[in-house]
């Protein structure tokens, strides 16, 4: 059995939407196009990531640029949930404050809060995760073809027919109710 530890709410986006060729907006939000936020480098996270998990530089670099990937999405369409390795990293980054703090500012317009799940939150049955599968789907051609730091514990092959549960930590750039994910099942290795 595996716990996911993530979800996220980003300024709690389920009213004002847009987007265009030029980026989305989420509740008066600015959000940089997807590529603009991904030619952002940070060589000092980079090499924590390294030092912390153990990985070559050019994993290191995928890894950050799969944090920036989810941030740009959780920033622009609102609740979505990252697997563990893409968390893991955003926890990273989040650890050089200042860095976190002028990237959120300068990409989306406003600071992405972390937000630890809640003993009082009331699990959603994997909808959070579900629905961050279906935006993948969506906005990346697929899950298939991201980077290996995108898979979801339980996850198969074939992720339009996830069926996990789990409990999940939530995070919100403003405060909004508890967002919650739940994931279950055994850890597949891609």
């Known amino acids: 059995m595996f716990t996911c530890t993530k979800s996220f709410d980003a300024a709690n986006c389920g009213g004002e939407h847009t987007s265009t060729n030029l980026g989305n ?7 940089e196009p997807l590529h603009v936020v991904l030619a952002y480098s940070n060589d000092a996270v980079v090499e924590r990531y390294q030092k912390d998990f153990d990985i070559s530089a050019d994993d290191a670099v995928q890894l950050f640029d799969d944090v920036k990937r989810f941030l740009w999405l959780a920033a622009s369409e609102g609740v979505v949930a990252p697997p563990p390795m893409v968390d893991e990293g955003w926890h990273t980054f989040i650890i050089f404050t200042l860095d976190y703090q002028k990237f959120c500012g300068e990409f989306f317009g406003r600071f992405l809060h972390h937000r630890p799940q809640r003993a009082t939150d009331q699990p959603d049955g994997g909808m959070v995760v579900r629905k961050t599968i279906e935006l993948l789907n969506a906005q990346f051609g697929g899950i298939q073809r991201l980077s290996k730091n995108w898979r979801f514990p339980g996850m198969k092959a074939d992720a339009s027919r ?16 508890s967002c919650d994910s739940s994931i279950s099942g055994r850890v597949k290795h891609f």
């Open 25 to 31: 907006e989420c509740n008066g939000f600015a959000v």
């Open 162 to 177: 996830l069926h996990v549960t789990c409990s999940s930590d939530s995070v919100s750039c403003s405060p909004t109710p």
